[in-house]
């Protein structure tokens, strides 16, 4: 089988050839994330090299629209490590019970399938309709397909078991509509969400959030962006606010770290403690 060795510098000429093409800048994605996207499509796309990638996403702009739709953080499933949601309903929702209205910024939102769960959640929990979720994502066509809400009927029926360990109250049957084989979201689970584009490599903090999730995003960044995204973080995330990161990732580079407490060691959620 074969595979991508190309440099960092070649790397880094095809991501500045994706920059000019598409206004998108992914230079501060980690490389080994990249790596796995580039084996990942040579076996999708049959693309040979990096270099026979770079000319066909420069002159095709569906393809260069996949690729970059396959940068995005996309959930496995929608109840993806149901304990995430479990110490969420029993350790954040009383919490966040005490604030008369609920700003919720879910960043790096993909597909949309862990928003939903998120919405589920809260709803079940009795504070959705006083809490507004900002759902973003870097790229238009995926904001796009998150904000159908449209899933292919095995996906939610696949769902119903890991629904119930998240601490589901009843049936997920009942959050969608079953046409053609698809599953619809319901309009009442979508209606407290606000699905937009936002890119965490350059655009700034948009409102003041009691809870913001930024799940298995970090991972797919280096260093620098790593860094920028817990500045969005610090400037986003009222005090005591909650951050929800993924199983797979820490405070632990953060320079302010000392400013969050961890809630649950069963999960990755941190109070904001400092100002």
Not at 47 to 75: F, K, T, Y
Not at 147 to 164: A, C, F, M, N, V
Not at 241 to 260: A, I, M, N, T, W
Request: glycine share 6%.
């Amino acid at each position: 089988m074969l595979v991508f060795r190309e440099s960092a510098k070649e790397i880094d000429g095809f991501l500045e050839s994706l920059l000019v093409a598409s206004d998108v800048d992914c230079q501060h994605y980690a490389r080994a994330a990249l790596r796995r996207r580039f084996l990942n499509w040579r076996q999708e796309e049959g693309v040979e090299n990096l270099e026979d990638l770079r000319e066909r996403v420069g002159s095709d702009p569906l393809l260069r629209e996949r690729w970059l739709s396959a940068l995005s953080v996309h959930p496995i499933s929608m109840f993806r490590e149901p304990g995430f949601l479990r110490v969420f309903r029993c350790e954040v929702v009383p919490f966040l019970r005490t604030f008369p209205s609920i700003n919720i910024w879910h960043m790096g939102c993909g597909g949309g399938e862990q928003v939903y769960a998120l919405a589920i959640a809260l709803r079940e929990e009795g504070i959705y309709e006083r809490s507004r979720i900002y759902a973003t994502d870097s790229f238009d066509s995926v904001v796009a397909r998150a904000k159908r809400g449209i899933y292919p009927l095995e996906h939610w029926t696949s769902q119903s078991d890991l629904y119930l360990e998240s601490g589901g109250h009843a049936a997920l049957s009942n959050y969608y509509s079953v046409e053609d084989g698809f599953g619809f979201a319901h309009p009442a689970l979508r209606d407290r969400i606000v699905f937009a584009q936002h890119n965490l490599s350059t655009d700034a903090s948009f409102n003041e959030f009691q809870l913001i999730i930024c799940r298995d995003v970090l991972i797919y960044f280096n260093r620098r962006l790593h860094t920028r995204v817990l500045n969005l973080v610090d400037n986003s995330l009222c005090r005591f606010g909650v951050l929800g990161l993924g199983f797979g990732e820490s405070l632990r580079l953060h320079p302010r770290r000392d400013q969050y407490e961890e809630i649950s060691t069963a999960a990755r959620f941190f109070r904001r403690v400092g100002l």
